[in-house]
């Protein structure tokens, strides 16, 4: 079973940030969180992961509280095409994904 | 281009026969994976394979094996087709087990 829990759904107006929240209340130490992505009728996308610390990449901004209980993405300028289903994983490195139900974020024009 | 592909995109087949679903990446990965998406949109790992050698086998009912002649390949043969097989099959790949996934666009296959 998944160990995260996110909300089903999301809308965004595009143009704006969105920020999808993930709850990991039971995460252990050894656990990174990682995103990915399924647009519509397409493979998953890697998003971005980390451990204890903030991350940003091109993509995305990862946000982890202090006691890595919970965590956000953030699309800072969201677009049409950014319109998915938004997976947060939490998982030992080595381990395999465990996919969710993630949250379907739509983009609002 | 394309890392990870798939082929075929579609695949529409009676109950009880055998297909197969090819997948290959071009990323010099030495992991290759098999993913399940049913109609409720779940994605489930399948198998894994590390440089030819199965390292993961969920509980996947013996008609599927999957074959990997080499690390640019893992094929997915399935036997005796039956309509719970419906789904959506993705292929994906990442340099070790522990990095970051790869996945191809996957197969759908339909069994009437």
């Known amino acids: 079973d998944a160990k995260t829990t996110q909300p089903p759904s999301m809308d965004c107006a595009e143009g704006r940030a969105a920020n999808l929240p993930c709850n990991h209340s039971t995460i252990?130490?050894?656990?990174?969180v990682y995103w990915y992505r399924q647009i519509h009728s397409q493979g998953p996308q890697?998003?971005?992961h980390g451990l204890k610390n903030n991350e940003t990449n091109e993509m995305a901004s990862l946000i982890i509280t202090e006691d890595r209980k919970s965590s956000t993405l953030i699309l800072p300028?969201?677009?049409?095409?950014?319109?998915?289903?938004?997976?947060?994983?939490?998982?030992?490195?080595?381990?395999?994904?465990i996919f969710g139900k993630g949250t379907r974020l739509h983009i609002l024009p | 281009?394309?890392?990870?592909?798939?082929?075929?995109?579609?695949?529409?087949?009676?109950m009880g026969n055998d297909k197969s679903i090819k997948c290959e990446q071009n990323l010099g990965h030495d992991t290759m994976y098999w993913y399940k998406q049913d109609s409720k949109k779940f994605l489930k790992i399948m198998f894994s394979y590390n440089n030819k050698e199965l390292i993961i086998n969920e509980t996947?009912?013996?008609?599927?094996?999957?074959?990997?002649?080499?690390?640019?390949?893992?094929?997915?043969?399935?036997?005796?087709?039956?309509?719970?097989?419906s789904a959506v099959y993705f292929?994906?790949?990442s340099q070790n087990s522990g990095d970051t996934q790869y996945f191809g666009p996957g197969t759908r296959l339909t069994v009437l």
């Open chain 2, 60 to 85: 996947v009912p013996n008609r599927f094996s999957p074959k990997s002649p080499d690390k640019a390949h893992l094929n997915l043969h399935i036997n005796s087709l039956e309509l719970g097989d």
């Open chain 1, 28 to 32: 252990s130490g050894n656990e990174y």
């Open chain 2, 91 to 93: 292929c994906a790949s």
């Open chain 1, 46 to 48: 890697y998003i971005i």
């Open chain 1, 77 to 97: 300028h969201a677009t049409l095409r950014d319109t998915a289903v938004y997976y947060c994983i939490v998982r030992v490195r080595d381990d395999k994904i």
């Open chain 2, 1 to 14: 281009d394309t890392a990870v592909s798939q082929t075929p995109k579609y695949l529409v087949t009676q």
